[in-house]
């Protein structure tokens, strides 16, 4: 006889398809181009490009043009990261193995009738780095599209350094075109912590910013300042952390002299001054820093012992 008190498997739900949104295929590419889009494609032309076609894109239904431009005409938006010479090199050799550029970046016209790219530093690099005389682009009507689309940028994966940098030259941008509260931007800053961090490296290149960003991550939140406001009480907050970093380094190298030697030994020391490993929720991130620059200050490289520093985990010190 079968056992009746045994569980019959749950039959798992089935996910509901979303609801249709968006234009049909023929809607996205039918249609009249309103009047501002005409005159961007009048300029485009004028600029000594060659528009392609003009359409609605899918999700929103905003008109864009397609298009290709003079290669000169076209830079990149000045707040992105730092070109990477092997990632160019790469890019550069799958087009010529290829033989074709199948992949167009993104831009806006300027004022001063250039083309600014958000997404597509590497690759424009690449083509001249080919030599090649124009690019195909996919033009957008409104200018303040090109901050927000570098929240898209999946072009190459970030490490902190690269992001705080991107995030704090763009931030700096914003604040001669927009200068909103900076928490209206939040979503594309990321995180608060990544504008401090910024300010760092903007100072000191090999800032391990590593090991101070989960200090950060956890005090810091955006402002209801105004950007270039909030911008200034940052720049005081790196500067401390900044000299707390020298400390650090300070406490590290007594660590050194006396024989200690570990891959962790700044996230030892950083360990012993941390306040918030004794406290739960949130915390103030200047009152946080000064604990830690008082603490920094007393510490006594003499009173470690090596299976101390031996016990110590996390990741290796940056730098």
Request: charged share 30%; proline share 7%; net charge positive.
């Amino acid at each position: 006889m079968a056992d009746s008190s045994a569980k019959k498997p749950r039959r798992s739900r089935k996910k509901a398809e979303p609801e249709p949104r968006g234009l049909t295929a023929r809607q996205a590419g039918g249609g009249v181009p309103p009047a501002p889009i005409m005159r961007l494609m009048e300029a485009i032309e004028a600029d000594g490009g060659a528009v392609i076609g003009a359409y609605r894109e899918p999700l929103g239904g905003l008109w864009q043009v397609m298009a290709t431009l003079p290669i000169e005409k076209v830079e990149p938006t000045p707040y992105q990261r730092d070109l990477s010479a092997p990632h160019v090199a790469r890019l550069a050799s799958a087009m010529e193995k290829l033989g074709r550029f199948v992949d167009p970046i993104i831009v806006v016209r300027t004022e001063d009738a250039r083309y600014w790219t958000p997404n597509g530093h590497h690759r424009l690099a690449a083509l001249r780095s080919m030599g090649v005389r124009s690019v195909v682009a996919l033009v957008v009507p409104e200018p303040e599209v090109a901050h927000r689309i570098l929240v898209l940028n999946t072009e190459k994966a970030h490490n902190v350094r690269e992001r705080a940098l991107e995030v704090i030259r763009l931030a700096e941008a914003l604040t001669g075109l927009d200068d909103r509260p900076e928490r209206d931007y939040a979503t594309e800053f990321e995180e608060p912590a990544l504008l401090t961090l910024g300010l760092c490296y903007q100072v000191n290149g090999r800032f391990s910013g590593g090991a101070y960003h989960p200090i950060l991550k956890r005090t810091e939140t955006f402002s209801s300042a105004k950007l270039s406001r909030a911008l200034a009480d940052r720049r005081d907050r790196a500067t401390q952390l900044l000299e707390l970093d020298a400390l650090v380094v300070e406490a590290v190298n007594r660590l050194k002299s006396r024989g200690l030697e570990s891959p962790y030994l700044k996230a030892f020391v950083l360990a012993r001054i941390n306040p918030l490993r004794f406290k739960k929720g949130a915390a103030d991130p200047d009152a946080t820093i000064a604990q830690m620059l008082a603490s920094a200050r007393k510490f006594d490289a003499e009173k470690v012992k090596a299976d101390q520093v031996a016990r110590t985990g996390g990741a290796p010190d940056e730098g």
